[in-house]
């Protein structure tokens, strides 16, 4: 059985900081690939349900941004051979000025950034900041995006693009179906490698989209097991068997 690549999400410091390193742990350990962890914010636009509550739960505690970059250099200490991707919105990172944030997160070791509202035609900076710390800023592609966009997008020469695999907000389980992948084939025709996400809780869904993409993202399914379980060792081996089941690596 070939395995599949797995870029898996998880909010910092969610719900403890050792339980967020336990699921880290985890995760990697049931083959993830790429670590995309999110900075927690108020308004999280894109995140379903189960995402939006932990970062409300988090912040509640009086986690900062400093905190999230924080844990991302334990996570670059521990792992120093898996990419690691900051998930945040505009706010957080425009706030204290894009090249200052871009640079604390090169300390902290992130691998790159990945920032929804800051599209790649109206980035505020942000790309040129990436690269100047050292780090790869990955756009977002979505279905709702028109034709001429899109090609616009793909052709821009970008090392990896995110393809949100439908409209709307994370957490809901999605449908791998022809017009799925053609609009993956479609972000991939420059060239691109393709990150997918939005929706993936399983093995088959994965299956369906390995012949269209570098990886599959998972993250609402982790962040729901993280919410229901708060035994380290139970929570580590639920989450180590979806990985591997996401992955089909076993």
């Known amino acids: 059985m070939t395995k599949i690549k797995l870029m898996s999400h998880l909010v910092a410091g969610y719900p403890t900081d050792e ?9 990697v ?3 993830a690939d790429i670590l995309e962890v999110q900075l927690p914010f108020s308004d999280p636009s894109a995140d379903g349900p189960a995402i939006q509550s932990a970062c409300t739960e988090v912040l509640a505690r009086g986690y900062r941004t400093e905190d999230g970059l924080h844990f991302i250099k334990t996570l670059r200490t521990e792992f120093p051979g898996v990419p690691i991707y900051i998930m945040s919105y505009a706010s957080l990172v425009y706030t204290p000025g894009v090249s200052t944030f871009c640079k604390q997160a090169a300390l902290a070791g992130a691998s790159g950034m990945i920032v929804p509202d800051l599209p790649f035609d109206n980035d505020e900076g942000l790309f040129a900041a990436c690269r100047e ?14 034709a001429s966009r899109l090609k616009k997008l793909a052709d821009a020469g970008f090392a990896h693009i995110y393809a949100a695999l439908r409209a709307g907000i994370t957490g809901t389980d999605t449908a791998i179906d022809s017009h799925t ?7 991939s025709a420059g060239g691109s490698k393709v990150y997918a996400g939005f ?5 088959e869904q994965s299956k369906a989209l390995a012949a269209s993409v570098d990886a599959v993202v998972a993250g609402s399914v982790f ?4 919410a229901k379980h708060k035994d380290a060792a139970e929570l580590s081996r639920l989450i180590t068997e979806k990985a591997q089941e996401i992955t089909c690596s076993r």
């Open 133 to 146: 710390n050292g780090m790869e800023a990955i756009p977002v592609a979505a279905p709702s995006m028109d």
């Open 199 to 203: 929706g993936i809780t399983s093995g």
């Open 223 to 226: 962040v729901r097991l993280i």
């Open 29 to 31: 350990a049931g083959g």
């Open 181 to 187: 992948l053609a609009f993956l084939k479609s972000v």
């Open 19 to 27: 339980l967020a390193l336990t699921a880290a742990r985890a995760l």
